[in-house]
């Protein structure tokens, strides 16, 4: 007896992705001067991620836009897995990202280049950076309040653009102080390698949602107390599995009653149940199979 879920997050979302992708392009646009104004191949690998920065933002608006989308006769549970897939483009561009990065550092290794206007170009630089920090914690909090999978990987991303920053800031500062221009590559090459581990913790988290990840085990303790407040009348219910697919919450269980038991007194039960586990988790779909005592299997039941 499924229950569909109510779409009243969805265009915050879209809203803040939209924002997402505003903020991108100027981050871009500020940290691309930085670099015009000093020649640091650190600055501008600090900007070449950035550009990767505004395609994930286009991502996550795309695929934010799919989810809302109602099921249909081709896609019956709805379309919320297209945030995890969103996900994963995100983390394969953080990727991308890591790679980009350490190339222009090698490069800068064989061919160190002195660094001009470094107080200019370093102040630019942390507008910047101060900039992305503020949103990228906005977009992590606002993905897990909405479980929007899409929004925390584009904060996350965000969030390993905040260290290529500060490791860049860093590396640049070095250099004017201490005159080794190899600092310069050298601070980069080491903030592409954890931007290349931000990248794969993305893939990892939103491949979880991809393979149907059971709920985690404060939300099925929940779900259990739901269905056992709830099930007043029935024998037992066992079989219980769940999953998340972006926003929505999936609970399926088997319900044993007794033989003699009417349709419509047990279907009164299974809409109890299902309005149990709506209050605690919103719009969450609920499936039960309704079975009689003799299909009863105490050893298993997860409530009885």
């Known amino acids: 007896m499924p229950v569909r879920p109510p779409g009243s997050g969805l265009d915050r979302s879209l809203r803040i992705a939209i924002g997402s992708f505003a903020v991108s ?23 070449l991620e950035s550009i990767i920065n505004v395609v994930t933002a286009s991502a996550v608006i795309v695929a934010v836009k799919i989810a809302a989308n109602p099921p249909d006769a081709e896609h019956p549970y709805g379309h919320h897995k297209a945030e995890y897939l969103s996900a994963v483009v ?22 160190p280049k002195p660094i001009e206007s470094a107080g200019a170009g370093l102040s630019v630089s942390l507008i910047a950076t101060a900039f992305n920090l503020g949103w990228s914690l906005f977009l992590i909090r606002q993905g897990r309040n909405h479980k929007s999978a899409s929004l925390v990987a584009d904060g996350k991303h965000l969030m390993a653009d905040v260290a290529t920053s500060v ?38 988290e939103s491949t979880s949602g991809l ?29 219980l599995r769940t999953r998340h697919a972006g926003k929505a919450l999936f609970v399926e269980f088997n319900l044993v009653v007794p033989t003699e038991m009417s349709t419509g007194n047990a279907h009164e039960i299974c809409d109890r149940i299902e309005a149990g586990i709506r209050d605690r988790f ?5 499936t039960i199979h309704v079975e009689p005592a003799h299909e009863a299997k105490p050893a298993s039941a997860v409530v009885s």
Not at 173 to 178: A, F, I, K
Not at 182 to 190: G, W
Not at 213 to 221: M, T
Not at 282 to 286: K, N, P, R
């Open 282 to 286: 919103e719009g969450a779909i609920t």
């Open 90 to 111: 995100v983390g394969i561009m953080i990727v991308a990202a890591a790679v980009a990065i350490m190339k222009e550092a090698y490069g800068g290794f064989l061919s």
């Open 211 to 239: 393979l149907d990840e059971s709920a985690p085990a404060e939300e099925v303790a929940a779900i259990k107390e739901a269905i056992t407040r709830n099930a007043s009348g029935a024998i037992e219910a066992h079989g």
């Open 25 to 47: 392009v100027a981050v871009l646009s500020i940290k691309y001067v930085a670099y015009l104004i000093t020649g640091s191949i650190a600055l501008y690998s600090d900007a």
């Open 167 to 204: 490791g860049v800031i860093v590396g640049v500062g070095l250099v004017v102080v201490t005159g080794i221009v190899e600092l310069d590559a050298a601070i980069a090459a080491l903030v592409a390698l954890h931007v290349l581990w931000s990248g794969w913790g993305v893939i990892r």
